[in-house]
């Protein structure tokens, strides 16, 4: 009686040789840091913010060299990258950014990790790029161009353009502040803003003269 042969077993799979590296991030990574050791942010507008620190792992706090740190802005669409510096032998980085225009947003600093390193980042606050513009100050009562009343504590400053509402952040001598345009004004050539007493007096303006203005 004739029996058909069965069919050969097929081998098991083979396990993958020794040596080969599997793909994508460890189940473990060292923890790491951004450590800031100055950061200016507030320049005029074609001048460089800089940014200087350390990236730094592990209990030990070890320096990383060769890492790249990015210096991210939040915009409408959620963080971009505006600047890159890559850290040296010992994991210190010096950053620099130049902004195009007048602006005022928040920024970060931001190590993707790698296989080694995990991500890190770490909020700075707002950079802010100013033009230099001339102002002055007003006092008294009675209604506002934009709405409500003037009083001695009443934050904001007239503009003859820009809308009712809008946020500008003005500087001077080392303070800043970040109102409101309540008012219409100033009147007299040349000038852009009229601040209120409450914002004179925060900032430490005089009567007239040069301050820092952006939005």
């Known amino acids: 009686m004739y029996i058909p042969a069965m069919p050969a077993q097929q081998p098991a799979?083979?396990?993958?040789p020794v040596g080969i590296a599997l793909t994508g991030p460890p189940a473990l990574g060292l923890?790491?840091?951004l450590n800031i050791r100055s950061a200016r942010l507030n320049v005029l507008e074609g001048h460089a913010a800089t940014v200087t620190g350390s990236l730094r792992a592990g209990l030990q706090s070890v320096g990383l060299p060769g890492r790249v740190v990015t210096l991210q802005a939040l915009g409408s669409h959620g963080w971009s990258a505006?600047?890159?510096a890559r850290t040296g032998a010992n994991g210190t980085f010096n950053l620099r950014y130049v902004p195009d225009q007048t602006r005022s947003e928040a920024v970060r600093l931001r190590f993707a990790g790698d296989i080694y390193d995990l991500a890190a980042h770490r909020r700075l606050g707002?950079?802010?790029?100013?033009?230099?513009v001339e102002a002055s100050w007003y006092a008294g009562s009675g209604s506002l161009a934009c709405g409500g009343s003037l009083t001695p504590t009443t934050l904001g400053v007239?503009?003859?353009?820009?809308?009712?509402?809008?946020?500008?952040t003005l500087r001077h001598n080392g303070r800043?502040?970040?109102?409101?345009?309540?008012?219409?004004?100033p009147y007299v050539a040349g000038r852009e803003f009229d601040l209120t007493q409450a914002?004179?007096?925060a900032l430490g303006f005089g009567d007239t003269g040069e301050l820092w203005?952006?939005?």
């Open 31 to 33: 923890r790491t840091a």
């Open 13 to 16: 799979m083979a396990l993958a």
């Open 176 to 185: 800043s502040v970040r109102v409101p345009v309540v008012d219409r004004g």
């Open 126 to 132: 707002r950079l802010n790029a100013y033009r230099l």
């Open 199 to 201: 914002t004179k007096q």
């Open 213 to 215: 203005s952006t939005r």
């Open 158 to 168: 007239a503009n003859k353009t820009l809308p009712c509402g809008t946020l500008v």
């Open 82 to 84: 505006v600047a890159h």
